[in-house]
């Protein structure tokens, strides 16, 4: 995630809405070394019986830097606990 601050952000909002959309960027916008927003590309899905943060999760890839991690439990180790 890029971050930028909100001067840098209200210059910019077009190229950084552009690179959000077509490359899917995300873009944290703060300002004293802080976030207080970020800018992601909105899922081309949409359930509207569930709220816009899960959509958000659930169909915008989001979450797609996870595939390359490795499984830290196992199916077995997860109905053992949980199960």
């Known amino acids: ?4 601050t909100t001067t840098n952000a209200r ?3 077009k190229a950084i809405i552009d690179r959000v959309k077509y490359r899917g ?3 944290g916008i703060g300002r004293r070394d802080s976030i207080d927003a970020v800018v ?3 899922p081309e899905m949409y359930n509207a019986a569930v709220n816009d943060v899960t959509n958000i999760n659930a169909y915008s890839k ?5 595939k390359d991690e490795p499984d830290l439990y196992s199916v077995a180790d997860l109905k053992k606990r949980y199960a």
């Open 25 to 27: 960027e995300v873009f």
């Open 1 to 4: 995630m890029k971050i930028v």
């Open 40 to 42: 992601l590309k909105f």
């Open 11 to 13: 210059k910019n909002i």
């Open 62 to 66: 989001s979450f797609d830097f996870l």
